[in-house]
């Protein structure tokens, strides 16, 4: 059982470049989320989803969009990527769409934006 | 804004010795949770306490809520180099569907 599955586990990109980070459970979750992590920082939320075909925005959604296509998967992509989303992501997953539920966290992708 | 916020904001104690983290957050809640990450990886959930609840208990772990005063704590009791991580409350009282972390104490555990 892999739990939540992240990749890449590091990435550099130039500013103004896009790319998807890629995040998928096999546990049937309902309820899957994107963070981001700064230096000293908790998580801040991104966009979550409750369902295929749902999703929301977080605390900081601004240069972000995600889809939900399948109760599995859950990109985020980074539109024009900026220094200020240099950042280590964490993608979550749990249960039930209400937040009364542990979550299970993927190990993390470090973006670095040059 | 963060909904929780961790007191101490670093740890440091000997092997063998209790470490208790506090948490205080400021709006009403259905439960409060909290995670452990050790560095450079994912948070690992270690104990959820629900609003009706005072105290939960897990091996080493205590945990205690005061929603009269919106804290928690958070006390690992004789502590093992292992232990060593940054440990996050999370709280649902945002309004929206999701967790919302505090920014963590860092503890450190000498052997």
């Known amino acids: 059982n892999a739990g939540v599955t992240q990749t890449p586990k590091f990435q550099v990109l130039k500013t103004g470049q896009s790319m998807t980070l890629q995040c998928a459970q096999d546990?049937?979750?309902?309820?899957m989320s994107w963070y981001r992590q700064d230096p000293g920082m908790g998580l801040r939320l991104i966009h979550y989803s409750v369902g295929a075909g749902i999703t929301d925005q977080g605390e900081v959604p601004n240069g972000y969009n995600v889809s939900r296509s399948t109760t599995e998967d859950f990109p985020l992509r980074l539109l024009s990527a900026a220094p200020s989303q240099t950042s280590v992501y964490f993608c979550?997953?749990?249960?039930?769409?209400?937040?009364?539920?542990?979550?299970?966290f993927g190990q993390g992708t470090r973006l670095t934006v040059v | 804004s963060q909904q929780g916020e961790e007191d101490p904001q670093a740890l440091s104690i000997q092997e063998g010795e209790n470490a208790t983290m506090n948490c205080s957050y400021k709006?009403?809640?259905?439960?409060l949770q909290w995670y452990r990450q050790n560095s450079g990886r994912g948070l690992v959930h270690l104990i959820l306490i629900r609003s009706n609840e005072r105290e939960k208990h897990s091996g080493r772990l205590r945990v205690t809520l005061d929603t009269s005063k919106k804290s928690s704590s958070l006390l690992i009791t004789a502590s093992r180099a292992a232990d060593t991580a940054s440990y996050f409350c999370a709280t649902d009282g945002t309004g929206r569907r999701a967790l919302t972390f505090g920014s963590g104490t860092r503890l450190q555990v000498q052997p």
């Open positions: 979550a997953s749990s249960y039930s769409g209400q937040a009364n539920t542990e979550a299970f």
């Open positions: 546990m049937n979750h309902e309820y």
């Open positions: 709006t009403s809640i259905n439960n």
